[in-house]
Nanobody
Framework: QVQLVESGGGLVQPGGSLRLSCAAS????????IGWFRQAPGKGREGVSCISKNNGQYTYVASVKGRFTISRDVAKNTVYLQMNNLEPEDTAVYFC?????????????????WGQGTQVTVSS
């Protein structure tokens, strides 16, 4: 059974950092693309970043480029999202999701399995 569990969210002041984790079970994470998405209150879900089977890393939100970094630990079957210099606009529920293939493909519809999400709140 495919399962994804996010952790690491919380309340942080502007300029702070958080590292989100996505622990996978029921499949070999290294064989699939894993994406991070976020959904802010009253807004749709948007893709933030993705890492492919061959370790290609993609960032989809211009405002997080240079601040967020996706990585993975194959031995731990875990993907991370390191978020630095956080801004209030980054406040959202963050989800990780398993892609349908090994490559990063655009759109939430290409990711059939999702975690429950972790709340990130950036506020002073």
């Amino acid at each position: 059974q495919v399962q994804l569990v996010e952790s690491g969210g919380g309340l942080v002041q502007p300029g702070g950092s958080l590292r989100l984790s996505c622990a996978a079970s029921g499949f070999t994470l290294a064989n699939y693309a894993i994406g991070w998405f976020r959904q802010a209150p009253g807004k749709g879900r948007e893709g933030v970043s993705c890492i492919s089977k061959n370790n290609g890393q993609y960032t989809y939100v211009a405002s997080v480029k240079g601040r967020f970094t996706i990585s993975r630990d194959v031995a731990k079957n875990t993907v991370y999202l390191q978020m630095n210099n956080l801004e209030p606009e980054d406040t959202a529920v963050y989800f990780c999701a398993k892609g349908s293939t090994w490559r990063c493909e655009a759109g939430p519809g290409r990711f059939p399995s999702w975690g429950q999400g972790t709340q990130v709140t950036v506020s002073s």
